[in-house]
């Protein structure tokens, strides 16, 4: 399996976190097509839902260490047959023409079709929608390609909004490292009602988001499952 890792030409933790997961499976064939990025001044925000994510080695270093190749955006038409699969770590807008292509997969924070754009955790907080992410093959617009598998996040009645949002963010990071596997069982959620997708929630929503944690953490809890008598938690 051929596979080519869509992200930014900048420092960036999603990717080191997928690459490193990929190869402890022995998937070694990886390289890289970077799409320029321009960072922009930091949103005030309540509630940091994903690590920092600018931040680690840049591409060049990781392929430098791993033997990949590293291409620039530009190049895509002419990879675009070399790989049977482009995983999107981070990426701008991309050409209608390479997102049709069916190669392009990516891992939404959301359960497609219900929650679709941008700060996903907390809008499906916000309106009481379960958690759960969705490994989809993008297309032109927004979220709304061809959905391959959801998985939910668990929610447990001792979860802070923190460690919720981390447990999000890792299924997110597990999902996309594992997609041959994830593909493989398909597993989807039934009856989700589309919906449009959302832009980035204001500080004003996220209050409302924040007082409303108590009360949606009671309604979605499970149990923890039974790890036996030796698990340490």
Not at 5 to 34: E, M, R, W
Not at 193 to 216: G, L
């Amino acid at each position: 399996m051929k596979l080519c890792l869509l992200t930014y030409d900048c420092p960036h933790l999603k990717t080191s976190q997928v690459h490193n997961a990929l190869h402890q499976q022995g998937i070694l064939n990886v390289d890289f097509l970077l799409m320029p990025f321009t960072r922009r001044a930091n949103r005030d925000v309540l509630c940091q839902h994903r690590p920092e994510q600018f931040s680690g080695p840049i591409p060049h270093q990781i392929a430098a260490g791993s033997g990949g190749s590293v291409y620039p955006y530009r190049d895509w038409p002419a990879l675009l047959d070399r790989y049977d699969y482009f995983l999107v770590c981070g990426a701008n807008l991309i050409e209608a023409e390479f997102a049709n292509s069916g190669k392009i997969l990516n891992v939404h924070a959301g359960l497609i079709p219900a929650v679709r754009g941008l700060d996903a955790f907390k809008w499906a907080i916000h309106r009481g929608q379960p958690l759960g992410n969705t490994l989809h093959r993008i297309n032109a617009e927004t979220d709304a390609g061809e959905v391959l598998a959801h998985m939910s996040t668990p929610v447990f009645m001792d979860d802070s909004l923190e460690i919720l949002a981390a447990r999000h963010y890792a299924n997110e990071i597990w999902m996309l490292s594992n997609f041959h596997r994830v593909m493989a069982v398909g597993e989807k959620q039934p009856n989700l009602v589309p919906a449009a997708p959302t832009k980035r929630m204001s500080v004003s929503v996220e209050v409302e988001m924040i007082s409303f944690f108590t009360a949606y953490r009671a309604h979605h809890a499970v149990g923890r499952p039974d790890l036996g008598a030796h698990s340490a938690n």
